[in-house]
C-alpha cells in the first residue's frame, strides 16, 4: 500500500512540477523512437509468450499511450 | 489540435518461437488498419498460432497416470498440438482532444475459447503535456481440457490508469498502474500434482484459489540522448494476493543507424517469489495445490535487436525502394530460472529464441 502512495504522490508531482514544452519545441519528442510502444502488434505479442512464462503481468503501458506529441 | 490517428497500413508478420522444453510455435499475424474519416480509424487483425509441442505429449503421457476418462464434453480430440485463431476488430475515434478506443477480440483452438473486450481514453491536458489514460480490458474464457470430463470459465476485469508527462525537449516518462481482478478456473487443464509419501505415489488435479487479485504498478522514461538515439528505462513492481511479488528492470537502445534504417536493442531482467501454496514436492493431500513454473520462484533475462528499414528511391534494390514499404524483423533470446524443476519437463531452465520478420504497407 506505500508504493501505492507513492507512485500517487509521485503521479503529482509529475503533474504540477514539469515546464511546459511547447509544440514547437518538440523535434527531438517526435522522433519515433521516442515513443513508448512503437509497434503494438509486436508489443501484444512479446506480452503474450512473457505472461504465459512468468506469474505477473500488468503496468507495462496503457493501450493507446503515447508522448502527447503532435 | 486533434491526437493522430493510427496510420493507415497493412503490416504482416511472421513469428516464430523455440525453446529447449521442446515446444515450437509459429504464427503469423496480419493487422489491417484503415481510416474512416478524419476523426475515425477501424483495425482489423487475424492471428494463427500452430504449436507443434513434445513437451504437451510428454504432459498427455503424465496425465495416463491419472487415468483421466475420454473427454465427453470437453475439447476431445486425437491430437495434443494446437492450432489457435484469432480475430480483433476495432475503432478508434478522436472527439477534438480526447481519444477514445475500443476493442473487441476472439481466440479459439480445440481446447480453449477466449472473448477480450477493451476500452481506452485518452486525455491531454497543459498543451499535450501531460496525457491522462484510463482503460478497461474484459476477459471471458472458456477451458475445456481434452483429458477432462469438465468444462470451465475464468473472467478477468482489468482496469489500467497511466499518465504520459513531458519532462523536458528531450525527456518524457509514464507511470502505470493497473489493477486485475481474476475469478474462475486459472489453470491449463494438463497438469498434474504428484503425492509422494515413500513408495505411496497419487496424481491430482492441481486446486488453486479461484480468485486472484492482482496489481502493478511501472515507470518508464525515454531519454533522447542524441539526435538519433533514445535510452529507455523501465522498472515496475507487481504483487498479488496469491503472494507473488516481482520486480522488472528494462532498458532499451534505439538509434537510426542511417536515414531509414533503424535498430532497437532491449534487455530485461525479472524476478519473482513463488505463490504461497505452491510446492516442488506434495507429500500430503491439501486444499491447495500447485505445480505451475510460473507460480515458482525465480528470474528471467530477456535480450532482443530488431531493425526496420523504410523503403526508399536510392535504394537500386526492387522491393527495397518501394517507399510505401517498411520492413521488420527481431532475434530475441529469452532464459528463465525456477528455483525447483519444471513439473513436466524436470529442468530448472528454458531457454527459448524468438525470430520475427514482416513488413507494412503504407495504404
Redesign the interface.
Known amino acids: 500500500m506505500k ?2 502512495y507513492f ?1 500517487i504522490l ?2 503529482f508531482a ?2 504540477s512540477g ?6 514547437w ?2 523535434e ?2 517526435s ?6 510502444d512503437e ?1 503494438p ?2 508489443k501484444g ?2 506480452e503474450h ?2 505472461n ?19 | ?1 486533434t ?2 490517428l493510427p496510420e493507415e497500413e497493412i ?1 504482416v ?1 511472421f ?1 516464430s ?1 523455440f525453446d529447449n522444453f521442446r515446444l515450437n510455435v509459429i ?1 503469423p ?1 496480419i ?1 489491417v488498419t484503415k481510416s474512416l474519416d478524419k476523426n475515425t480509424s477501424v483495425t482489423g ?1 487475424y492471428l494463427v498460432d500452430a504449436i507443434s509441442s513434445a513437451s504437451m505429449k510428454t504432459k498427455f503421457q503424465v496425465d495416463g497416470i491419472t487415468s483421466a476418462t475420454t473427454n465427453k464434453y470437453g475439447g476431445a480430440d486425437d491430437t495434443p498440438d494446437e492450432l489457435r485463431h484469432q480475430v480483433s476488430l476495432g475503432v ?1 475515434r478522436n472527439f477534438s482532444d480526447v ?1 477514445v ?1 475500443a476493442n473487441g477480440m476472439y481466440s479459439t483452438e480445440h481446447d480453449y475459447s477466449s472473448r477480450t473486450f ?1 476500452a ?1 481514453i ?1 486525455i ?8 491522462l ?3 478497461y480490458a474484459g476477459n471471458f474464457d472458456k477451458i475445456f481440457p481434452q483429458t477432462r470430463t469438465w468444462t470451465k470459465d475464468r473472467t478477468t476485469n ?1 482496469f ?11 525527456i ?9 481482478n481474476v475469478d474462475g478456473y486459472m489453470l491449463d487443464g494438463y497438469q498434474v500434482v504428484r503425492i509422494v509419501n515413500g513408495f505411496f505415489l497419487k496424481t491430482l488435479e492441481p486446486v488453486t484459489p479461484e480468485k486472484r487479485i ?7 522514461t ?1 531519454f ?1 540522448i542524441s ?1 538519433l ?2 535510452i ?1 528505462l523501465g522498472y ?3 504483487w ?1 494476493t ?1 503472494d ?1 511479488r ?1 520486480h ?1 528492470a528494462e532498458a532499451q537502445f ?3 543507424l542511417t536515414e531509414n534504417l ?1 535498430m532497437i536493442f532491449s534487455y530485461r531482467q ?1 524476478i ?1 517469489t ?2 504461497y501454496f505452491f510446492k516442488e514436492i506434495y507429500t500430503e493431500v491439501e486444499p491447495l495445490m500447485a505445480v505451475d ?4 520462484s525465480g528470474y ?1 533475462n ?1 535480450v532482443s535487436l ?1 531493425f526496420s528499414y523504410k523503403g526508399n528511391k536510392e535504394n537500386r534494390i526492387p522491393v527495397l525502394n518501394n517507399e510505401k514499404l517498411t520492413f ?1 524483423g ?1 532475434i ?1 533470446f ?1 532464459h ?1 530460472h525456477t528455483d525447483s524443476p519444471d513439473w513436466a519437463m524436470r529442468m530448472n531452465d ?1 531457454y ?1 529464441y ?1 525470430i ?1 520478420l514482416g513488413f507494412k504497407i503504407s495504404i
Request: proline share 2%; charged share 15%; net charge positive.
Open positions: 508504493l501505492f507512485f509521485f503521479l509529475a503533474l514539469c515546464a511546459v514544452v511547447q509544440p519545441e518538440r527531438r519528442l522522433d519515433p523512437n521516442m515513443m513508448f509497434n502488434i509486436q505479442i512479446k509468450y512473457i504465459i512464462r512468468e506469474g505477473s503481468e500488468g503496468g507495462n503501458g496503457s493501450q493507446g499511450g503515447g508522448c502527447g506529441c503532435g | 489540435m491526437q493522430e503490416q508478420n513469428n518461437y504464427y499475424t493487422n487483425s478508434t481519444t478506443s477493451t481506452n485518452s491531454p491536458f497543459a498543451k499535450k503535456n501531460t496525457v489514460q484510463l482503460g482489468s489500467n490508469f497511466g499518465l504520459t508527462q513531458i519532462l523536458s525537449k528531450k518524457v516518462t509514464q507511470l502505470d498502474f493497473s489493477l486485475t492482482r496489481k502493478a504498478a511501472g515507470i518508464r525515454n533522447g539526435r538515439s533514445t529507455l515496475r513492481y507487481y498479488d496469491w507473488i516481482s522488472t534505439k538509434t537510426h533503424n525479472y519473482q513463488r505463490a513454473s510460473k507460480l515458482n528471467t530477456d530488431g521488420l527481431s530475441g529469452y528463465r528454458l527459448a524468438l520475427s
